[in-house]
């Protein structure tokens, strides 16, 4: 999943539960612009301790999975 997905996936939650990023921002501690380059995926970067206060916020959860392989073609093995 990438920053954007995850951000879309805030702004749904949020919006789904009637909530206005002022009102979430402010539950969480930060402006209402953060949250909203949040969910745009325009944000550089974000505290692990925020992130976990949005989810909070949002009565969501987050969910750590073991890493996929990452299977790439390798021009090299083809022979000519």
Do not use: C, H, N, W
Not at 31 to 59: H, P, Y
């Amino acid at each position: 999943m990438q920053f954007y997905d995850i951000g879309e996936r805030i702004r749904a939650e949020r919006k789904a539960k009637g909530l206005t990023q002022a009102q979430v921002a402010a539950d969480v501690g930060i402006t209402r612009q953060t949250l909203s380059k949040l969910e745009k995926g325009e944000i550089a970067k974000i505290s692990l301790l925020v992130f976990i206060k949005i989810l909070e916020s949002l009565d969501l959860e987050l969910d750590v999975a073991d890493k996929k392989p990452f299977y790439y073609f390798d021009a090299k093995s083809v022979e000519e």
